[in-house]
């Protein structure tokens, strides 16, 4: 190989690069995160920042209003969260996901041409509820498996009946923190 050949190469290399100066408070926190081994180097934290950036469309934010497409986010508390909806009956909460659920079918806060009652494309939703942090889920068939649940177990099974117009049977675990839906 000639050194010509080498020269697009390092070029892209370039491109790729950024110089970033950071004020003093973010590079010690760079250094506590590294300290901690929450991260291996500087590079990996600012790439991880910029896909959860990308991943909220925090590009659409402004100051006191977050959004997410055409949707307003709140953060409050997961405690805060809770303490709301332990005050509402479990057949309430599922009555009440499956009221959001279709609102937002006649809404098409998605994409208009999606058809939610084909299992390929639950992933979609599945995706959108991992992002906002409802919790994680794994598709695995016509299965859904959910770890990390950010609101209770009947919300989601009703919220995603609605929207697959689909029936789940629920098996959680013991300690309440999985949760499979099998059609």
Known sequence: MS??????????????????????????????????KHIRDEEEAIESALEIYKKLNMHE??????????????????GMFNDILSTIPESRLYDLAKSIALKRKVLRTFDPNLDLTQV??????????????????????????????????IFVKGYLEALFNVKFDAHVTMDGKIMVLKP
């Open 3 to 36: 050194n010509d050949d080498s020269i697009p190469e390092l070029n892209e290399e370039k491109e790729n690069c950024l110089k970033v100066d950071l004020s003093d408070s973010l590079k010690r926190y760079l250094g506590y995160l590294k300290k901690i």
């Open 61 to 78: 934010w402004m100051p006191y209003i977050y959004r997410s497409g055409n949707e307003r986010l709140l953060i409050i508390s997961h």
């Open 120 to 153: 390929d494309n639950w992933n979609i939703i599945l995706n959108e509820m991992e992002n906002m942090g409802w919790g994680k889920f794994t598709r695995d068939g016509d299965e859904i498996k959910i770890e990390y649940p950010g609101i209770p177990h």
